[in-house]
């Protein structure tokens, strides 16, 4: 399976290509007046609004500061009733992609329910673990209800 490596809160992660959209240099974000802290803001692409969550502060770090490794992931969140938008995940580090051997997938042998978005452990063609970031757990229900699903057609 090949995975996006990206960094949050210092701790380098995968992702699943199959789940990604698209990759970009982070835009400006336009800032949400009493938006929880992880929402980092929305821009457009497309003609579309993307809301984008903060990896960093989603992983219980500082805020993700702008820099030129600086990444905006977009993939696709779906409600509980099928209905599905883009998000953008706000990463400092984006690297690359790696294959990762399906069979070599471990779970980390401690349950963490306060973290449903983190999923098993493989190891890395450079020799670390890498933990797969699960899209469909990323957002709590809480940030799931705060995501507006009725998202405009794309005007290209």
Sequence with gaps: MDVLTLQAAGVRYGLELSAVQGVIVRPPLRPLVDAPAWAAGVFRLRGRLIPVVDLNLLHGGAPSRPSYAARVVIVTATAPGGRSRSLGL???????????????????????????????????????????????????????????????????
Excluded: K, Y
Aim: no cysteine.
């Design 90 to 156: 706000l990463a400092e580090h984006v690297t690359d992609i790696v294959s990762v051997d399906e069979r070599t997938l471990t779970s980390p042998g401690i349950a963490t329910p306060e973290t449903p978005w983190l999923g098993a452990l493989a190891p890395s063609p450079q020799g670390d673990l890498l933990q797969l970031v699960n899209v469909a757990g990323l957002l709590t229900d809480e940030a799931r209800s705060r995501l507006v699903f009725d998202e405009e057609p794309p005007r290209d």
